[in-house]
């Protein structure tokens, strides 16, 4: 989220003396209004805070919102309303996926003749389908007693409280998310290994400036082991003149939905230009699942101390108990003063009736595959006859010190068949069919390189059956045919 563009005391009293005129409380600005950036934020329908809170927004700038009705309705039965929003002009679109309602309870009177609804039941309400709502925008300005930015919703005027914390706690404890004085306790440890357990909600915060043009944006991930569930800006200082000029803390928060492991990365950026990326590896355990913890210790390189491999991931069973699938997340490697963390995938290796054999743990393997002279990783991603090829690769980069995933190998070893041919030292790809190919790659200039191509076919030729070969070989940048036989079986 971000929050609103709230002017300072010197704008204000400017605007005042020259161009504002006064509405429902608020002095306007007279310009046309960019409602995709003054929404983000907290509103509140009272320019003070008393005993409780009056009725009060919260828009995300990822398009969420929560409603909160006055904390004086003492009869209200819909305290609080969320879900999704949209501006179509200066009106506000509302899909509402999410409701709280009070059940049962009842009403009672006290010696003043006020009446108030007690002991009624909270019920959260996920809305299916659901509900929308269409409410006008207007009158942004400035409120001149708090110098508060302030607005209209519906009719109603709110203002910009995007600097007061726990307006929303109560939501969020029913809706079993932290509060926001707890954010702190639930925050995500870049670069390294952050548990979590299904259900459980965990927060990063990062610093932000949005003055400077760098916004942190959050790319979620796909393998549906956490959901990104808010994004959102705390202003440091809302009496700025510039929107964010003071800075303040980007607060993206995620839920944990299913055992298993993943990166969560960030990157702090200015259109194309990426000033900084931050990597958070989570791995959520729990559930019925026996977990796997899988290690070897093993030297890269001579130049370099023995580094610890760990695989994590599950053992799912089947319905006797009997371990059938085994399911890698994650590598963690460590070592003297060195750690990394490969994650965002999950691999699916049927496990046979009498185990996996030694020496093909889980599908994990080392090699020189660039022939560097340090050793690479391999992760088979299933046991799958039809793609039991099919691997994650890892290539060691010495000039950064650390392992860095090659596409490209991953690409190639969709192939009928992948290796690493020992005797040429090259790549080696396998195409079966109405014959055969044979392709064999060279790591050049930081990338693998065709240099030769074996094609062979078969035909029958009055009553014989002989066997064609073409010869193909990397000359001068092309591919160039350079032999072809045909020979009698």
């Not at 679109?93 to 007690?118: M, S």
Request: aromatic share 12%; charged share 30%; hydrophobic share 35%.
């Amino acid at each position: 989220m971000k929050t609103p563009k709230t002017l300072c005391a010197g704008l204000a009293a400017a605007l005042l003396a020259a161009l504002c005129l006064p509405l429902s409380g608020c002095d306007l600005i007279p310009q046309s209004t960019d409602w995709a950036a003054v929404l983000p934020g907290k509103w509140h329908a009272d320019n003070v805070v008393g005993s409780g809170y009056d009725a009060r927004w919260l828009f995300g700038e990822d398009g969420t919102f929560i409603y909160a009705a006055s904390g004086y309705d003492t009869l209200g039965r819909v305290p609080y309303e969320a879900g999704t929003w949209t501006l179509e002009g200066s009106r506000l679109r509302l899909t509402i996926t999410t409701r709280i309602e009070l059940v049962g309870g009842e009403i009672i009177e006290d010696e003043d003749g006020e009446k108030a609804l007690v002991d009624a039941e909270e019920l959260v309400v996920e809305l299916d389908p659901p509900e929308t709502k269409t409410l006008a925008l207007g009158d942004y300005g400035v409120d001149p007693d708090s110098e508060r930015a302030c607005l209209t919703i519906g009719g109603v005027t709110y203002y910009d409280y995007s600097n007061q914390p726990g307006m929303f706690d109560y939501y969020y404890e029913l809706m079993g998310l932290p509060l926001e004085e707890d954010w702190e306790k639930f925050s995500l440890i870049e670069n390294r290994r952050n548990e979590l357990n299904p259900g459980d909600t965990a927060i990063i915060l990062v610093d932000e400036t949005p003055s400077t043009g760098y916004l942190w944006s959050c790319e979620p991930p796909e393998n549906g082991v956490v959901e990104l569930v808010s994004d959102m800006f705390l202003q440091n200082n809302p009496d700025n003149d510039l929107p964010g000029g003071d800075g303040g803390m980007r607060r993206f928060a995620f839920r944990a939905i299913r055992p298993g492991g993943t990166v969560i990365r960030l990157e702090l950026r200015r259109g194309d230009d990426v000033d900084e990326a931050r990597a958070y590896p989570v791995v959520v355990t729990g559930g019925e699942d026996a977990p796997i913890a899988y290690e070897v210790t093993k030297s890269i390189h001579e130049g370099l101390p023995a580094y610890t491999f760990t695989l994590h991931g599950f053992t799912e069973t089947d319905d006797d108990g009997v371990p059938e699938t085994a399911r890698i997340y994650a590598i963690e490697i460590k070592g003297e003063a060195f750690g990394q963390w490969l994650g965002g995938f999950e691999t699916e290796l049927a496990i046979p009736a009498e185990g996996l054999p030694e020496g093909e743990e889980y599908g994990f393997e080392f090699d020189d595959y660039n022939n560097d002279g340090f050793l690479d990783l391999r992760l088979f991603m299933s046991s799958n006859h039809r793609r039991r090829n099919v691997s994650l690769f890892w290539l060691w980069d010495s000039g950064e010190g650390r392992y860095v995933r090659n596409e490209q190998l991953e690409d190639l070893s969709q192939a009928e068949g992948f290796d690493k041919d020992e005797d040429s030292g090259r790549m080696y790809q396998f195409f079966g069919g109405v014959g055969y190919e044979e392709c064999y790659y060279e790591y050049i200039d930081g990338a693998f390189v065709l240099v030769e191509r074996h094609v062979v076919r078969y035909e029958e030729d009055g009553g014989e059956r002989y066997e064609n070969t073409e010869l193909y070989q990397l000359i001068g940048g092309e591919m160039k045919l350079v032999s072809k036989t045909r020979e009698k079986e």
